[in-house]
């Protein structure tokens, strides 16, 4: 039950990419990557790529800090920096992470890292027409929230390998608790997600050190 709840919280982040990367490269057999790490990130909405804030940037830059020299540069790919390419061409998640590697690899960096979330809001469908569409908001808007996810992919530049994949969720507002009205679940499992992040480099770190280890042995 675990592996499929998380299959489907890979396939609602980052529609069809999550699937395209585990054909290519199967997360059992994914390789570590070369650290210091030096990569690009860019996150991926249904319609493209999405802007992100400085609230967002300073959550990538603190993940930075925290891991120290595990990670030497980081940079965000902005809608407005990406390569020149038109619809269908740009739309997708497979289509975002080719653009982020060439992007990434155009400024001298070594990985491209794609990343998304959702709010957990359930959408419906509807018919083309305006009453259909209408009725499906509606439905939408009175139904209560799913679990915030958050997705993430460290991608190779030359294959396009998902050398590292996390997810992580945040559990909804609850609608009988007037003291969670402030908390943010979609920021949240941002928050998790780079923490899964941070976890993961580590492991990898750690596994690295004892294998050089052994070998000197």
């Known amino acids: 039950m675990a592996n499929f709840r998380d299959g489907i919280t890979r396939r609602t982040a980052l529609g069809g990419l999550a699937w395209t990367l585990a054909a290519a490269a199967p997360a059992f057999a994914a390789p570590a990557v070369r650290l210091p790490l030096r990569a690009l990130y860019a996150r991926v909405g249904p319609d493209g790529f999405v802007t992100i804030g400085s609230d967002e940037q300073d959550v990538w830059n603190a993940l930075g800090a925290r891991v120290g020299g595990l990670i030497a540069d980081l940079r965000p790919l902005q809608p407005d920096y990406r390569l020149a390419a038109h619809a269908p061409e740009s739309d997708g998640g497979a289509a975002c992470a080719m653009i982020a590697r060439t992007m990434a690899m155009q400024a001298g960096l070594d990985y491209a890292i794609i990343y998304a979330t959702q709010s957990g809001r359930k959408s419906f469908s509807h018919k083309a027409n305006w009453l259909s569409k209408g009725f499906a908001a509606v439905r939408s808007s009175l139904t209560p929230y799913g679990p915030a996810i958050g997705e993430a992919h460290v991608l190779g530049l030359d294959t ?3 050398l590292i994949s996390v997810s992580a969720d945040a559990p909804p507002r609850s609608a009988l608790n007037p003291f969670d009205n402030h908390r943010r679940p979609q920021n949240e499992a941002l928050d998790r997600l780079l923490i899964a992040l941070e976890d993961k480099l580590r492991a990898d770190t ?12």
Do not use: P, T, V, W
């Open 160 to 162: 396009g390998e998902a």
């Open 206 to 217: 750690a596994a690295a050190f004892r294998r050089e280890a052994s070998i000197a042995d």
